[in-house]
């Protein structure tokens, strides 16, 4: 449903951010207790007739979690709850946003369809499991919503696996596509794995993400093993260009550029004389600058 201000361009546009704010946590968090009932099957509280199960135990799934998801906020009980912001005479709590994503995922993996029965003399429901897990993918759909109207940069895939959205990236799915057409094991394992990276939330993983590209970038370049690595590159840019002279200068010129890159910031290299990256949007910009030479080199090889 769009509103009003929507509809009329009134509406000042949501700041997109990567920050999960005490609010965002709020409407993330409320999102997965709607759905506790559909995960009781593995923490059920018994109903006092011994008949079933009539509701979720949220000390048992706590005490599982602190273990499972040792970075999920607990209250001083050890009870998962929502981190409040404090008053004037209370302090935040302090909380670990990837610790919620982590419980996003949980939840997604462990949900299974339920009916429920009213009973009577105990006036609570009892809970009936299924094998299977349609409701899962109506939670995913309503944490998309939550993450498309507070304009946080995630999405939660038709995997479960939270994934980073870079705004102005050039990954997309047709070149995830093309990258599983890459005949050459090695080459398209690295490619792979530096776009799980990629889209994984934790900062660390950027910096790792890069590093599993540029590993890719010294894969292509000697990706002709019938001749030397000079040779190999010159064959692969001869493709590329179609062998135009301007175009064999732009990428052979690229190719040289990146690899430069690689060897003087911190990147594959890690002495200390090397330039350290300290910003994650600098990885952001390496990552893509490799990634539209190699996404464009891969389409060109035999």
């Known amino acids: 449903m769009s509103y009003y201000t929507e509809r009329h361009g009134l509406r000042a546009p949501v700041e997109q ?9 709020a409407l993330l968090f409320d999102c997965c207790e709607n759905y506790f009932a559909n995960i009781a099957w593995k923490y059920s509280e018994e109903c006092p007739d011994g008949n079933g199960c009539c509701g979720i135990d ?5 005490i599982a979690l602190k273990f499972e998801i040792p970075a999920l906020f607990q209250s001083e009980n050890g009870i998962i709850v929502k981190p409040n912001k404090g008053s004037f005479y209370d302090n935040d709590d302090v909380y670990d946003q990837y610790g919620l994503l982590d419980f996003i995922e949980f939840m997604f993996a462990n949900i299974r369809d339920i009916t429920t029965f009213w009973h009577s003399y105990y006036r609570h429901n009892d809970i009936n499991f299924k094998n299977t897990n349609k409701a899962a993918y ?6 998309n919503t939550i993450f498309n109207k507070t304009g946080l940069l995630y999405t939660l895939s038709e995997s479960g696996m939270v994934e980073r959205i870079d705004k102005n990236g050039v990954l997309t799915p047709e070149i995830e596509q093309s990258i599983t057409h890459v005949s050459e094991t090695g080459l398209k394992e690295l490619l792979q794995d530096a776009i799980i990276l990629y889209k994984t939330p934790a ?18 370049k000697s990706y002709y093993t019938t001749v030397d ?13 179609n062998n135009q002279t301007e175009f064999i200068t732009l990428f052979d010129t690229e190719f040289r550029v990146l690899t430069d890159i690689g060897n003087k910031f911190r990147i594959r290299h890690h002495e200390t004389d090397k330039i350290d990256i300290t910003d994650l949007r600098h990885y952001d910009y390496f990552f893509n600058r490799c990634l539209s030479l190699i996404a464009l080199a891969i389409q060109y090889l035999e």
């Open 229 to 241: 690595k000079r040779t190999s590159v010159a064959t692969i840019v001869n493709d590329m260009a």
């Open 138 to 143: 109506s939670f995913r759909s309503n944490i």
């Open 17 to 25: 951010t990567e920050i999960i704010t005490y609010e965002m946590y």
């Open 203 to 220: 900062p660390q993983a950027r910096q790792d993400s890069v590093e599993k590209l540029w590993d890719a970038l010294e894969r292509l």
């Open 58 to 62: 949220i000390q048992k799934l706590s």
